[in-house]
């Protein structure tokens, strides 16, 4: 007998043994099974939906921000979502995510038994947390709609049961085609875009409905993967990806081997579109965030209803005139940058270098940044042939940043207030700071409203102002000077104002007195106060371009103030208004109709015959315009503000710190600096059959009692009769607390009349 061999009844033991076990085993894993399927069902794991919880269900979605014509120039988002319905997915784009993710989508309700089980087996076999691949349509969207959680070793297995439950009821909740347009509303397709519409716009600037095979194709295949198959990121792996989704469209005949054939040999080709990297309208779109959440809360306050910005979806439309916005873009990349060359190459002088370096070390010190000079920073830099990244010291970069030219842009309606366009700088990413807002010296477009107190007073446009050299005692000997060192004669109002003269206008600043200025200026709107100052003549005011626009206005309106708007209405997701901006029943009247009318035509003169004749002769501008030039002391700042009847534009160039400006007006006047931007605007406006027909019109002619008012002359001499009267009149005709004497060096009349 071997006793090294196992006897029958020793093996049937063991097998029967092996079988218990086995068993056991097995009823184990089904009573585990069933505990853990039951604990999911009862939400030990987290809480399911239910139907109704289901049905009620609502995306995070982006709210739209719309211009005028209704074209997207931005969104507010906590995920970048935009809702579409199932008639706005074009038929192959359905047709390519079911061949591709899930071809027996419309036969199961909800749950693929093959592919679950096989995803099951490697999941809980082979621990495989990547093994994805078995998920329905519907599974997928329930992940999308509830995101997943950790429950340590089996995560993925309770991960999939929830779904697969909620799969279940999501089919006895919705149809296939809900269920689809639900799937393709919450699908991420990376850089925190989520649903095809966002994708569609992001990737190929279009609408959903108006994708093509091909790229719905790219679109799906990013389904995947969307950082592999980015089209952007990684054309060749998108292209790859794109036609095996063609190949699957052709397995299940919903093209034709020839059709997919000739889509394959295509290229790749996107039209990639983030408003995030660099929108038409950054700066404008700050100032819609802030004005929309206002008016949120004050329907809150209204009604108690809440809506939230980043999530709801909402559509705010604006009233910025997209096509003028860019057109106004155009211009500052057209002037700027020959200008801010010149400016550079002007401080790369030797004068200019010891000037710049001497600046930056006092910056340094102002901002305790002289111990950090040396440090190096990683920054992006701006440049108008693109904005790079470098490595800079602190030093190096606050020199650059000196040296750099700044404008704003502003455009509105000056009957409505409406905005049409609203450039804040140079380039949001890299210079936020909004120079619309930016509070700078008003220079000579500060004499408007000098002179239209002086026409509220009753004054005419043929009145003649001083043009005689004075100095002002107790003031250090402070002198009104004219651009070009003239003197003497005499200006009219109209004249004065055209060729902006500075002793004429203080001249009349002497003669209204401060009080009646400060008046019309608070009325106007303004937010900075006023001193009485004699500067004050020459433009020492200071306003932002928002407010010069708005105060401009009332020249051409007839009188009236105007607040700015630039939110024309909020509508829900599903279209309902819940606000609607609507001009005021009456407006308030800030100067009489005989001022603005008479100040319109006052500062048509000064566009065709004094500073700001260059839109014309120099742009080949013939649109009728109005208009005044600026530029602040030592070339600070250059100003721009002029209008049509139906369109006012107001704009500001300079540095950030008055210290670092142009030694010449050949280049730092307004007339050189800023009108350029608004001339090479309205070139683009007269040239645009559309806007030219919305904001081009002849200004109408002055009422018959005031047809002649501008018919003089602007300089005349002084005649014999007010020669002689001047001899006896007393030193201190300037008013109040301001003394003056002749100016030294130069003597009475009747002395230098003897004397020769």
């Not at 991960?159 to 999501?170: D, F």
């Not at 600037?205 to 950082?227: D, H, I």
């Not at 105007?562 to 609607?580: A, F, L, M, N």
Request: positive net charge; contains cysteine; proline residues 4%.
């Amino acid at each position: 007998m071997n006793s090294g061999r196992l006897t029958k009844s020793n093996r049937l033991s063991m097998i029967s043994k092996s079988g218990a076990v086995l068993l056991i085993f097995s009823l184990a894993v089904l009573v585990t099974s069933v505990i853990l399927v039951a604990s999911v069902y009862l939400g030990v794991f987290g809480p399911l939906q239910s139907k109704a919880g289901l049905q009620d269900y609502k995306n995070a979605t982006a709210s739209l921000i719309l211009s005028e014509e209704g074209e997207l120039i931005g969104k507010f988002y906590s995920e970048n979502r935009t809702n579409i319905s199932y008639d706005q997915i074009p038929s192959h784009l359905i047709n390519a995510v079911i061949a591709t993710e899930d071809a027996r989508f419309m036969e199961h309700k909800g749950l693929d038994a093959r592919s679950l089980t096989r995803v099951l087996i490697k999941s809980v076999l082979f621990n495989e947390r990547s093994a994805g691949g078995g998920s329905t349509i519907t599974q997928q969207l329930a992940k999308n709609m509830f995101g997943r959680k950790n429950f340590g070793p089996v995560t993925i297995l309770i991960n999939k049961l929830k779904e697969v439950i909620l799969a279940r009821r999501i089919e006895k909740s919705f149809r296939k085609e809900e269920i689809l347009t639900l799937y393709l509303n919450t699908v991420s397709f990376g850089e925190n875009v989520y649903g095809i519409e966002a994708a569609s716009e992001r990737y190929f600037n279009k609408n959903a409905a108006e994708l093509k095979p091909e790229e719905s194709a790219v679109l799906t295949g990013m389904l995947k993967a969307n950082t592999f198959y980015n089209p952007r990121l990684y054309p060749e792996n998108a292209k790859k990806r794109r036609n095996i989704v063609l190949k699957q469209m052709e397995k299940y005949c919903y093209l034709t081997p020839a059709v997919t054939d000739s889509l394959c040999e295509m290229p790749l080709i996107i039209d990639y579109n983030n408003y995030e990297a660099g929108g038409p309208a950054d700066y404008f779109l700050v100032q819609v965030r802030h004005e929309t959440e206002k008016i949120l809360q004050d329907i809150y306050n209204l009604t108690g209803i809440q809506w939230d910005i980043e999530t709801d979806g909402l559509k705010i439309t604006t009233t910025l005139n997209l096509a003028l916005q860019k057109y106004a873009a155009a211009s500052f990349r057209d002037h700027l940058p020959l200008m801010q060359q010149r400016l550079r190459d002007q401080y790369n002088t030797v004068h200019g270098r010891r000037s710049i370096e001497k600046l930056t070390n006092q910056e340094l010190q102002r901002l305790k940044l002289s111990a950090r000079e040396k440090e190096i920073r990683y920054q992006k830099v701006f440049g108008w042939k693109g904005s790079y990244n470098d490595t800079l010291t602190v030093k190096d970069s606050l020199r650059i940043s000196l040296t750099l030219l700044h404008a704003g842009f502003m455009a509105l309606d000056p009957l409505t207030g409406n905005v049409r366009a609203w450039v804040g700088g140079i380039d949001f990413k890299t210079q936020p700071y909004d120079q619309v807002l930016a509070r700078r010296q008003l220079a000579s477009i500060f004499k408007p409203f000098l002179y239209v107190t002086a026409l509220e007073e009753g004054m005419e446009p043929c009145q003649y102002l001083n043009n005689d050299s004075v100095t002002l005692s107790g003031l250090n000997d402070w002198s009104p000077e004219n651009y070009d060192h003239s003197y003497g004669g005499k200006y009219s109002l109209a004249g004065a104002l055209a060729q902006s003269m500075n002793v004429p206008a203080f001249s009349l600043f002497r003669d209204l007195g401060f009080e009646k200025i400060d008046s019309l200026w608070r009325r106007m709107g303004f937010s900075f106060t006023l001193d009485n100052t004699p500067s004050l003549a020459m433009g020492t005011a200071e306003a932002n371009i928002r407010e010069v626009a708005a105060a401009y206005s009332a020249f051409v309106n007839g009188g009236f103030k105007i607040d700015p708007v630039i939110i024309q209405s909020i509508k829900t997701s599903g279209g309902e208004i819940i606000y609607e901006n609507r001009l005021p029943d009456d407006s308030e009247r800030v100067i009489t109709e005989r001022s603005s009318l008479l100040m319109c035509a006052m500062l048509q003169k000064a566009a065709a015959e004094g500073t700001g004749a260059a839109v014309r002769n120099v742009y080949g501008v013939n649109v009728p315009l109005a208009g005044k030039t600026g530029t602040s002391q030592n070339y600070a700042d250059a100003w721009f503000a002029a209008f049509t009847p139906r369109l006012v534009l107001v704009t500001r160039v300079g540095a950030s710190t008055p210290a670092v400006h142009f030694n010449t007006g050949i280049y730092g006047s307004g007339s050189t600096l800023a009108l350029p931007l608004i001339a090479l605007t309205l070139k683009r406006i007269q040239a645009d059959r559309n806007l030219s027909e919305s904001y081009i019109d002849s200004f109408p002619g002055l009422p018959p009692e005031l047809a002649y008012a501008l018919d003089c002359p602007d300089f005349r001499e002084k005649s014999l009769f007010e020669r002689i009267m001047e001899i006896f009149e007393k030193d201190g005709r300037i008013r109040d607390r301001y003394d003056y004497k002749p100016r030294p060096g130069k003597k009475p009349f009747f002395k230098r009349l003897f004397k020769r």
